[in-house]
């Protein structure tokens, strides 16, 4: 279980161009489901998700991942529990140009220091799982957004994560590939991951496979409730 | 873990990142290696010429006595020596017969002489090797072997042919390029010297804290004569040589200057690209060690390639190609000789120098932007 409590997040403390991303939000997240951040641009969804993913500290508040309290780890042991916990798929994929899929996917494990064959055989076996396989050592640029996107998810699992994130990951696909990124969310939430999403798109927020929807406007939860 | 499989993959994936960033590295390198090029071929020059001028010293009289006309160096009449010989502490005096001569066919001035060894064969003459490898106006004539004939144009314009005996080693080039020894009979048939003069007098003592004593007493007593010792002449040496070396190493500062702003600007400014690869390993688990570490590598082996390269050329460029870039600097006019060749030496304390001076700045200069890049939250390749 992840705990947010009071958190809050300010851009640029004390200047003229001060910004409150996150206004106090308490929030928790239970394992084995899949959580919605729904909303429109602004209202601090991918700042909420950041924080919850170890990626940005809040301002204010507390995060206990469960139980145990994280907000004040230091960088390098909050690296760590954002390899070993976390997956995330960004909205704009982020895969690095130039390497292959396979390079790609194995580059969150690199620190981990693991021996390449069975690194390679594990990566492998994600992208085969995704239906990549035949592309493995195709450089990422020359593939299609739906492909980019499931190299992105096959990253965000080659360590195994308990919980995977994803910021808008609809955002550049059309209505027949978002159907299918969130079968593939169905699948992994059905291995038991934990799956929370930050999205707008109604084709995420309505799917099935969400369990938990929580709006958000203006840095703040306005409402949090079971999906329909 | 696996420490090293992990420093493995991290340099499996800056040397991939530099593979990438072709156009940006290989420039990087190209002016790099022309920078150490450059010095090295300075630092490689300078010392070998000063090692050069230490060996020729090495074996000259402790004292040279010239005899001076009008403040300029004269024949040297003979009929000094005995009252030389003389005085307290001199342990021999000699006179010597040299002079330089200039060969037209070869365009090279060399030095003739006299060898006492050789006096018994008139006729025969040793030669150095830059004599050997002469040059001529048509291209380079086969190379002088031992009984090849050279001739010489004596001071009334008839032609004194002599045999090559032999080549003179070349444990220092400087010493003996020029070199050509002959004996006394055919030297006076050269030069229009007198039997009753010579170039000038060696003079060896028992003590050599007694050479400014007895320097001054040979002054006392022929105030035309300028005793010179060979001390002073280390001293020119050096100072000519380091005076020289100071004006390319002058005019490489402003090359290094320039290229310390390139490689800061290079190396420094991290380009969107790169940042944002720096933020997706951050946001995918890499730590901040984890990428300086990768950005050293980069950087070291962009330094290291460099540094190699840059120290191999410049080896050739001065022990290979006789330095042609500096030669005209570094060498002065004496030298005419179409080619010449340093003797090979490099020591620790040079290269451990350059490599102080050049590769750990950079590689300082590359890791510093990086672990500015490196240590904001990944959280900003959330934002695209």
Redesign the interface.
Same mark, same amino acid.
Request: hydrophobic share 25%; charged share 30%; no cysteine.
């Given at each position: 279980m992840i705990q947010l409590h009071a958190i809050r997040k300010v851009f640029n403390a004390g200047r003229p161009n001060e910004f409150v991303a996150v206004d106090g939000v308490d929030l928790t997240v239970d394992f084995h489901g899949a959580t919605a951040l729904k909303g429109p641009s602004g209202s601090g969804k991918?700042?909420l998700?950041?924080i919850v993913g170890c990626?940005?500290?809040p301002t204010s508040g507390r995060i206990t991942l469960q139980d145990r309290e994280i907000t004040s780890l230091p960088?390098?042991f909050l690296?760590?529990i954002?390899?070993?916990t976390f997956g995330?798929i960004? @909205? @704009?994929f982020?895969l690095?140009? *130039?390497?292959t899929l396979l390079?790609n996917v194995m580059? !969150?494990a690199? !620190?981990? *220091?693991?021996?390449?064959a069975s690194l390679k055989k594990r990566a492998m076996g994600l992208l085969d799982l995704l239906n990549l396989g035949a592309k493995a050592h195709a450089k990422v640029e020359w593939l299609s957004g739906g492909e980019a996107q499931r190299t992105a998810i096959a990253?965000a699992l080659i360590?195994n994560p308990a919980i995977l994130i994803a910021?808008e990951p609809t955002a550049h696909l059309d209505t027949r590939l978002s159907r299918e990124f969130m079968d593939i969310m169905r699948q992994l939430k059905q291995e038991g991951k934990t799956i929370l999403i930050a999205s707008h798109d109604p084709i995420v927020y309505q799917s099935p496979v969400i369990d938990r929807v929580v709006e958000m406007r203006d840095g703040r939860i306005i409402a949090a409730g079971e999906a329909p | 873990m696996n420490a090293f499989e992990k420093q493995r993959y991290i340099l499996d994936l800056a040397l991939s990142s530099m593979k990438r960033r072709k156009g940006k590295n290989i420039a990087l390198v190209a002016v790099y290696t022309f920078v150490l090029f450059l010095l090295a071929s300075v630092l490689f020059s300078a010392d070998s010429l000063k090692r050069e001028a230490a060996l020729i010293l090495q074996d000259a009289p402790e004292m040279t006595i010239q005899k001076l006309v009008a403040g300029r160096q004269d024949l040297m009449p003979t009929r000094y020596l005995d009252s030389i010989r003389q005085i307290p502490g001199v342990q021999s005096v000699e006179p010597r017969l040299w002079g330089y001569y200039y060969d037209a066919l070869s365009g090279a001035n060399y030095t003739l002489m006299v060898n006492k060894a050789l006096n018994d064969h008139q006729g025969e003459i040793l030669i150095g090797a830059g004599v050997s490898r002469r040059t001529t106006a048509d291209g380079p004539p086969p190379r002088l072997q031992e009984n090849d004939l050279l001739p010489f144009k004596t001071y009334d314009g008839s032609v004194l042919t002599l045999n090559v005996k032999g080549l003179l080693p070349t444990t220092s080039e400087l010493v003996t390029a020029d070199l050509v020894l002959l004996s006394e009979p055919d030297f006076r048939k050269i030069f229009a010297f007198g039997p009753d003069l010579s170039t000038d007098l060696i003079l060896r003592v028992r003590n050599a804290r007694e050479l400014p004593t007895i320097a001054a007493k040979i002054t006392q007593l022929h105030p035309d004569t300028r005793p010179i010792l060979r001390q002073e002449l280390l001293r020119t040496y050096e100072a000519v040589f380091d005076w020289r070396g100071g004006v390319i190493i002058l005019v490489l500062a402003g090359v290094l200057f320039a290229f310390v702003i390139l490689a800061w600007d290079k190396a420094t400014g991290l380009s969107a690209e790169e940042k944002r690869e720096i933020g997706i390993l951050k946001a995918v688990g890499w730590e901040t060690s984890d990428i300086l570490l990768m950005k050293f590598w980069e950087g070291t082996t962009i330094s290291l390639t460099a540094f190699f390269v840059g120290i191999v050329l410049a080896y050739l460029h001065v022990f290979v190609a006789a330095g042609v870039l500096f030669e005209p600097i570094l060498k002065g006019w004496s030298v005419l000789y179409p080619q010449f060749r340093l003797t090979p030496t490099v020591s620790v304390y040079q290269v451990a120098t350059l490599f102080f001076l050049t590769v750990l700045p950079y590689t300082v200069a590359t890791i510093v932007p990086s672990w500015r890049s490196a240590t904001i939250d990944p959280d900003a390749v959330m934002r695209g």
């Open positions: 991918t700042t998700l950041s990626m940005a500290r960088e390098r690296t760590e954002r390899r070993a995330i960004f @909205q @704009q982020n690095i140009k *130039g390497l390079e580059i !969150p690199y !620190p981990t *220091g693991e021996q390449y990253r360590n910021d | -």
